[in-house]
């Protein structure tokens, strides 16, 4: 955190993206609490925040090493200090001179693959260069994304390609994404164990055939909220969790109340026949995220607030262009009292507004206010690129 | 343009934002010529690119002054060297003091406002700091957004208010953002005429009170494109035509080998069984802009093209994770050959993806590589922020 005095929230300029610093403290503790009694390590996704300072509070609460969806995340995070990262993307060809170069610096960098061309490739790569990559395989075990199937024969293949190959085959990785789709508990707890189940079989099919595999990585924020038992399991991932948003809340792993991140805006003008009130937040300050479109409940651009956090109920972003926000009642919330937007929302007003997705949000943005107790206590840095 | 010997792109990092220059050129003429052949001035929105190479470009080829979306891109093209800047969004008291600095630096920075208290805020504050700030009055001509309908009665009430408030009332702009939603030349011809008539309208009405209005302004790049006739318009605005669009390939305006704007990508493995291309461009690489999926030829997160730009018809991103795109035949773009995807995409292999919104994609990148003849000749720096 930089040295700031503290700055009320009027005095900020808008649009700003906020951090709320107690909920963030509290989703933090949440997660790890809960891994420390799963028994299993937990190395946070650092691709959500992008931000050393949000960083530096997982590993302060018991985080140990991190994840990362980039190699510039890498090289960001190891300049600050961190040296035990996994970039959980597929390395291509073209990416390993610089993954070559982070580890020759000292970073223990870890990577992934599900297929042998790759394998092949890496190892090739590792050997010209004289470097034992250190590689995880990755496993699909919800038809999601990426990943090689448990009982695939392929599997093996590239087990073999990489340690036979002289790298370092350091264990199985798998993500079930498609949690982010479900909504019940009952759900999200068979997902979790279908996850946590399928990657443990990658690992016992690698292990039978004479392969190592020390590490068993799951995770995303659902399913790591709502696994009973992690048996087999060494690690789990998860990033959203830390600001959490409107789509983890439609998945039904946080309130409102736990949502982190917002984004400050200011009311600039109103269609008052429409019940419009129009503010500085669009989709450049939102993102274009629509993520809770095909949920239970859709909040448009996002979820409005009072400046102070307070959920005003109903009221959402009906529609963003890249810089005016369009604020109404939603569909469904009673219709509009023509001449109350304007009351309500008078020009100059300060509101906040809940994103459908963290992630999403956070990238439109090169640096965070945290906030504590209505006031701005530090400024963060953020990274973006690749 | 950094000094920059030429790179092939087979040595450029993915994702990588690319601006095809040939294109970029043909859409600056076309645009200026129209507007020459109209006899209005153009002013084109630096929004979609923020980048001063390209707004070089558009100066060059005759532009006069820009428009902006932020105080952020008027003090970054001020310090390039433009002092001509309309700033097209609502302006509210806390940021009149940027406005001001901005102004007391020799910027001659124009401001808007669509209601009766920002109107008085922006006299009041005007008066206090004894500057003549220059305000445009915004008219919505299409119900579309902000704006004052021409013949309302608020619209002398804020004219009066900034000229007898002593500030310089400098005329009138629109935005007929509607057009977005038309796709035939028919109904943009026509919108272009409402928009032009009900802009000038405004002004004849401001006139006709005894208050000034030299500025009749409208403009977006489809009825830029559609207008045939601008009598009584003094200035055009439009912004996205430098690059173009699926959006606006759906709209009738361009062609997809107009587009000038794309990402390029990497093969980073599959899903055969499905069909699936899995490339390193997800949604951090396109954005989450999914404007063609109400359009009548949805290209999911993107229409897929060889390295060359070639359109490799039929393929799309048909989805999008962080860092994870995927690529596949569209829905209805026939059945894919199983095994034959992994064969026409390999690992490792170059693609070009053209973006559903130029405006969104470029928000998501610090630079653009500058192309041409199939090598990068140049990296433009690119601002974001507020």
Redesign the interface.
Known sequence: MQEASTIPLSQV????ALIELPRMRRNIARMQERMNALGVRFRPHA?TAKCPAVTDAQIAAGAQGITV??LKEAAEFFAHGITDILYA???????LP?VLALRRQGCNLKII???L??AQ?IAAFGREHGEVFEVLIEV?TDGH??GIRPDEATLIDVGRALHEGGMRLAGVLTHA?GSYDLNTPEALTALAEQERAGCVRAAERLRAAGLPCAVVSVGSTPTALSARDLTGVTEVRAGVYVFFDLVMHNVGVCSTDDIALSVLT??????VDKGWA?V?AG???M????GTQKQSHDYGYGQVCDVDGTVLEGYVLSGA????G?LSLAAGSGSADAGDIAQRF???RQLRILPN?A??TG????EYRAVEGGVVVGEWGRF???
């Open positions: 300029d808008t649009p700003a691709k969806s980039t993307v597929g390395t291509v060809p073209h990416k610089q693959t599900d297929n061309a790759a490739a699909d994304r990426s994404g200011t009311v600039i003008g109103h269609q129009i500085d989709w450049m300050a993102s274009r995220d629509r262009n890249q810089e005016h369009i008078p020009v100059g997705h992630c999403a990238a439109q943005y090169g973006g690129g690749w």
